[in-house]
Structure formats: C-alpha cells, structure tokens
C-alpha cells in the first residue's frame, strides 16, 4: 500500500497529456507494454540461439495469459507493470552483454533500471539489491572475474549501483506501516 510512484505517476499524466484523461489509457499501455517486452525477449532469445523456437511462446504466454486480467484491467496496474518493466529491461541488457550489446553498456543500462525502480513503488524495491549488483561488480571485480577489461573502475557503474542502493535506503526515511493492516 505504498504510494511513493513517481515515475508511473509520470507516465499516467504524460498519457493522459497526449491522449485524454481516462483509465483505459494506462489500461492499453499496460497491454502494450507486456507485448513489446514479450517481442523483445522473444527477439533476445531467437537471436541469441540463432533461430527461433516454439518454447518462445513462452513470453507472451507468461506476460498476456488469462490470469493478467485483473492486472489489465485496472489502471493503477501501471505501478507494477513499469517496475516490472524496468527488471526486464535489465534482464534483457544482461542476457545480450556480449553478445549484441557490449559489457559496458549492458551495465549502464541495468544500473539505470536499478536506479529507477524504487520509483516504481515498494514493489520496485525487492528487485534493486539483485540489479544493483552487477553494476557494481563490474566496476569493482578484477578483470579475471568479470572477463571484460573495460569495465574496471568505471565511475558511471560505480554511482548508478550506489545510487540505486542509496535511493532504496531514502525511500524508507519517513515511512509508516499501513495502520489498518493486522499486526503478524
């Protein structure tokens, strides 16, 4: 029940800017943000394997089945869908590193999405630690464990992971349990 959503906020008033004030706006974002992130795992994955594959159904089956109709269907649903967003997004940066996308750039990129999702929400939260990571890792690890010589050191990584990590600290500064929620 936290309500810390900046940037689905964001994106709801630039919606609602661009195309009317209406729920069903986010609703289609919501439905179009689940295919455009189904096609490009999809994409990711026939060009990592080097064809395509019927286990690809697998994307769109997980992100557009019949159980995502209640998410679909309302539209504050944009708070999670943008977090879970910005984790695939990350995914599919770390997936291609190397292979399409250099290390480098697959860091900056995750690091970003690191740095963005505790403005998605306490949904977007559980995920940072994971994601922030890598960035980190990649700045600080020797060359021998990371396998990529341009990495080390790299101030951009470096500050995207403790910045994702020190927003994760901030958005807890002020916070309040939910008091009509049952003690456990």
Known sequence: ?????PIPRLIFLGLNGLFSVDMRVT???DVVLAAALSAAMILTAARLRGRASAADAFFPLVFLHWGQAP???????LQFFASV?????ALLAI??????LSVQKAGIITG????????CGANGLGMVPA??????????LPQVWTGNPGTRHDRQMLLLGLGALALTAVYFVGWEPVPYHPKS
């Not at 967003?85 to 997004?89: I, K, P, R, T």
């Not at 997936?95 to 399409?100: D, P």
Request: aromatic share 12%; with cysteine; net charge positive.
């Open 95 to 100: 997936v291609r590193a190397g292979a399409n």
């Open 131 to 140: 994601l922030a990571i890598w960035p980190l890792a990649l700045a600080l």
């Open 85 to 89: 967003a910005l984790a695939c997004v």
């Open 1 to 5: 029940n936290e309500h810390r959503v």
């Open 71 to 77: 998410n679909l269907l309302w539209g504050w649903q």
């Open 27 to 29: 609703m289609y974002f």
């Open 112 to 119: 970003i999405c690191a740095l963005l999702l505790p403005l």
